[in-house]
């Protein structure tokens, strides 16, 4: 065996891990940073912040004797407040005991404390996962800005053509002579976007130093490589971020288009790809995969994907928009993640789709490397939308996770007291049971799954 040939595997290997356990400290951290600092703020007091498990690495005390410590098992972590006798919030009976006959020290414990200040703690992982998810997107709009209202050229894009009459500043008023609408009005410019007649060279009117002049431009949605999915085919076969396709099985293509009619009618057949690199040529060959979609009116469909986005032939120009309306971006962004999870989920329970969508942690560690690779702003954005799948994980009315504990506060809010410490074990008990399989299940799927 050659040893050397191993050493970029190796580095690949290093480098995803390392990408896997940053994006779950971050995450890890923001949702236990909700629980201790609401729990204080509602009177209750952390005996040991712990980010990761096992072995103590590092550790000091606080001035409210709190013990913050990194742990040598980085996936994961847990806030232990008074009164509790382990990191999944179970009762101390010894700790209680003793706290019993003083008010003060029982007021300042996770299970003496009231009611709300008990909801209040344990809701507050998630929301503070949904926060961090909501102020990443924001961050994203505000730095990328938004496409003006009048479609323009920022910036144009290398493509393998010799007519490019567009110039960076042009205002697009008109293509083939069809109007453009406003690039705000969503529907409008998505209906004209798909109107656009499938020709290799279209007729641009711009407006460019006041006034409006005609001229001659690459096919608006060429079949360019604006974005490469993690553990897709497009990735394995080490297609780049502004690769055009010219070619599928030796039939040239001009539009983005022909390349997905011809991903999606393949039925799953391989394609071979002739790609245009910064002015070099290079012939690859991949395999669809099949995957599911959720769709805008709700459900799922499946598709054939080689796992690339398109983009226009030019990077449009960009406005900033204000921080409300980037704030507003995020939590819809945030929103559309939530309901395209439950939704995945709940069509994966009745077998409407497969099962394999559900990734375990091999997956997402993969998923980690690969976003990181593609630069900090991806990487960033990664962590977002997997923040927002932990919040929500999380509120699941599991027995050992956030949601568990919420329901037997709300069993608790409409009986008037808890529930006995012979339920609350054996619930704890089938909880742990049940989180356990689900993670056997997605380790399952990242191992057997196409």
């Not at 007649?197 to 007729?203: C, G, K, R, S, T």
């Not at 395209?340 to 559900?358: K, Q």
């Amino acid at each position: 065996m050659d040893i050397l040939a191993l050493i970029p595997q190796f580095g690949g290997f290093i480098w995803t891990i390392a990408a896997f356990v940053l994006a779950l400290s971050v995450i890890v951290a923001i949702h236990e940073y909700g629980h201790y600092i609401v729990g204080r703020w509602s009177g209750i007091h952390a005996d040991v912040f712990s980010l990761g498990f096992g072995p103590v690495l590092y550790s000091r005390v606080d001035r409210r004797g709190t013990r913050w410590q990194i742990a040598a098992l980085p996936f994961g972590g847990y806030v232990k407040f008074a009164g509790d006798a382990n990191a999944a919030s179970g009762r101390d009976d010894a700790a209680m005991a003793q706290a019993a006959n003083d008010p003060v020290r029982l007021r300042a414990t996770m299970h003496g404390a009231p009611l709300w200040a008990r909801t209040a703690t344990v809701a507050a992982g998630p929301l503070f996962n949904f926060a961090l998810s909501i102020l990443v997107f924001a961050a994203v709009v505000l730095t990328s800005g938004v496409a003006r209202d009048q479609l323009a050229v920022g910036e144009l894009r290398p493509l393998p053509v010799e007519q490019r009459g567009l110039e960076v500043g042009d205002e697009i008023l008109r293509i083939n002579g069809a109007v453009v609408p406003s690039t705000q009005d969503a529907q409008a410019y998505a209906d004209f976007i798909d109107a656009i007649p499938q020709e290799a060279i279209l007729e641009y009117t711009v407006r460019r130093d006041g006034s409006e002049r005609r001229v001659a431009d690459a096919y608006i949605l060429p079949p360019l490589v604006n974005g490469v999915s993690p553990q897709s085919p497009a990735l394995s076969a080490g297609l780049e971020v502004g690769d055009v396709i010219t070619a599928i099985d030796g039939a040239p293509i001009f539009s983005f288009a022909e390349l997905k009619v011809a991903v999606e009618g393949g039925n799953g057949a391989p394609l071979a790809l002739t790609i245009w690199r910064a002015g070099d040529t290079l012939d690859v060959t991949l395999t669809p995969k099949r995957v599911d979609e959720p769709q805008p009116e709700g459900g799922f469909a499946t598709q054939w994907r080689i796992g690339i986005a398109g983009g226009l032939a030019f990077e449009a120009a960009t406005q900033t928009p204000g921080v409300g309306e980037a704030l507003m971006s995020g939590v819809r962004q945030t929103g559309r993640i939530i309901e395209g999870s439950l939704s995945g989920l709940g069509h994966m329970i009745t077998g409407a789709i497969s099962t394999c969508n559900l990734s375990g942690p091999i997956g997402i560690a993969q998923t980690s490397g690969a976003m990181a690779s593609q630069g900090a702003q991806s990487f960033i954005w990664f962590i977002a939308v997997l923040s927002t799948a932990v919040g929500l994980l999380n509120l699941f009315p599991v027995p050992a996770l956030d949601g568990g504990h919420l329901v037997f506060y709300a069993y608790e809010a409409v009986t008037g007291k808890p529930p006995s410490d012979k339920a609350l074990r054996v619930l704890m008990t089938f909880g742990l049971a049940t989180v356990l399989t689900l993670m056997v299940f997605a380790l399952g799927n990242d191992l057997f799954c196409p």
